[in-house]
Structures are given as structure tokens and as C-alpha cells.
């Protein structure tokens, strides 16, 4: 599949999610599988994936000598505790869901949706089992993915912009774009040079976007429609602002 946007990924993300929580539990584990594939196998959420093991690895090591296919009481008790909170709720959930995906263990219908009475002894048929799955990993996980999506810094240079990262930037160029004008500086072509930036900040991490922005903006002053100067006080402008967005 082609690289996808973030408003693109959101939505197919989406819809693989709903997919899963209603579909037949003899089918879950191979919808699953295909979530698990795409989400790793696309750009940005690979990179939320990884930032959840890393914002929560205080968990994950946890869960580190715990067998989760195979959780003695104590462990179930002791982890269970931990979880204060609906993120860390999700964080568990996803490491849960990604050990059993990189598992070469042999797949079956109750693959997944077992976990739901491995750890909350769900007990009755295997549709309870798929309901306790879906309440305690499967839709955690998938609100606190969208949490990254929607809300999360830029922390890194390999993170990606959240919509509302997004959203501030956005502000930001416009601003920008205003100053410009107001100081007779009004060229199509540097507005095109900010329309395209604002586009690619849906693509592009943190570290390739400013990258991308410097060359274009040095572009403009070897065009010699704007001054080094003038080049260098907005690529700073910019720098400064993205690397302190607000959490």
C-alpha cells in the first residue's frame, strides 16, 4: 500500500477498528493480523507504536517476565494494579495484541479474543470472550492510538505532527504569511512555497519537514526573492515554534 497521510491513515484506521470489534470471533484474529500488518508496515503509525513502547516502558518491563499467553494468577494481580489509568489500560492492551502478532505461535479463531478470559476470566462462550477483549485491550488501545494521533508533541526528531501539532503550525505559517505582506514581501511564489509546506506537514517528520522547509526557504534567497537575512529569521521563527508546541 501507498504511504498514506495522516488523514488518510485515520480513517483507515477507523475503519479497520470498527471492522474488528464487530466482526464474527472465528474472524478476529485474522483481521487483526492485517491491522497489526498495517500499522506497522505504515510510516506514522509504526512511529506511535514505537512511541508506545517507549512512553510506556515502565510497563512494558512489567510485563517482561510475564508469559501472556500463559499469566499466573500473582502476575495477573500484580500488572493488573499497575493499570491506574485508560492509557495505561491501552498500552497494555497493545502489548499484549503485538507479542501474540510477532508470536510464530500457531493461529486460531480465539487467538486474540482468548486474552479476554486469560486475564479477566470471562468465562460463558467465546463471545464473551471477544467482549472482554474488545473493553479491556482492543478499544483502549485503539483510543489511546487516536490520543497520538490527535493530540501528542512532537518530541523527537522522528515523530510525526499530531493533527493538532498540525493545527498550531498551520497558525503559525499564516501568520507568517500575513508579516510577510504587511513588510511588501508578497510574491505568489513564496505563498505557493507555504502552501506546499502546510501540505506536506501531513507527511513529513519533524526532522524531513524542517529540513524540507530550510531548502525551500534558501531556495527563495538564491531566486533572490528574499533576502539571507530575512531567510534565516523565518527558518529560525520556525524551528523555535515547532520544537515548542505545546503538549
Request: charged letters at 30%; aromatic letters at 14%; a negative charge.
Amino acid at each position: 500500500m501507498r504511504r498514506l497521510n495522516t488523514d488518510e491513515l485515520l480513517g483507515k484506521f477507523r475503519d479497520y477498528a470498527s471492522d474488528i470489534e464487530y466482526c464474527d470471533f472465528k474472524d478476529s484474529s485474522t483481521k487483526i493480523d492485517h491491522f497489526l500488518y498495517f500499522l506497522w508496515d505504515q510510516a506514522i503509525s509504526k512511529r506511535i507504536l514505537e512511541r508506545i513502547y517507549e512512553d510506556f516502558n515502565s510497563l512494558k518491563t512489567i510485563l517482561k517476565d510475564c508469559e501472556i499467553q500463559r499469566p499466573n494468577h500473582e502476575s495477573t494481580i500484580l500488572i493488573k494494579q499497575e493499570l491506574v489509568n485508560r492509557e495505561l489500560q491501552g498500552a497494555f492492551g497493545f502489548f499484549c495484541i503485538d507479542d501474540l502478532y510477532k508470536s510464530t505461535g500457531r493461529r486460531h479463531d480465539i487467538y486474540y479474543i482468548n486474552l479476554g478470559d486469560l486475564w479477566y476470566r470471562a468465562g460463558g462462550d467465546y463471545y464473551t470472550y471477544q467482549e472482554k477483549f474488545n473493553t479491556h485491550f482492543f478499544k483502549p488501545f485503539t483510543e489511546l492510538f487516536e490520543w497520538y494521533m490527535y493530540e501528542s508533541q512532537t518530541k523527537k526528531n522522528a515523530d510525526y505532527f499530531s493533527m493538532e501539532s498540525q493545527n498550531l503550525v498551520l497558525e503559525e505559517l499564516a501568520e507568517i504569511k500575513s508579516m510577510l505582506v504587511q513588510n511588501g514581501i508578497g510574491q505568489n511564489i513564496i505563498f505557493e512555497e507555504i502552501e506546499e509546506q502546510a501540505e506536506l506537514i501531513k507527511f513529513l517528520d519533524k526532522k524531513n519537514w524542517l529540513q524540507h522547509l530550510e531548502g525551500k526557504v534558501f531556495g527563495l534567497v538564491s531566486g533572490k526573492i528574499l533576502e539571507s537575512e530575512q531567510a534565516e529569521k523565518l527558518i529560525n521563527q520556525l524551528q523555535e515554534f515547532v520544537n515548542n508546541i505545546p503538549k
